[in-house]
């Protein structure tokens, strides 16, 4: 079960996500190509519906140009 904290960390996770895809001009498509990863699967972790794996939030960091603590601040 999730708790609360872990369900705001994941929504804050998904926002800071969007901010800098936002800042780049791309669309959740255009990230989603990027990453190699599926659309639907993008939204839903900036929507912080998704425990993101690790490796996806690796990947999304390195695609996005950001290190990993920028989007763990």
Do not use: Y
């Not at 190509?33 to 490796?55: D, W």
């Amino acid at each position: 079960m999730t708790s609360l904290a872990d369900k705001r960390f994941l929504r804050d996770l998904g926002n800071r996500i969007r901010e800098v895809r936002l800042d780049r001009g791309w669309t959740q498509e255009d990230l989603a190509q990027k990453c190699n990863l599926h659309r639907t699967f993008i939204g839903s972790v900036e929507r912080g519906e998704r425990n993101i794996s690790i490796l996806n939030l690796r990947l999304i960091a390195s695609v996005l140009r950001v290190g990993l603590p920028e989007l763990l601040r």
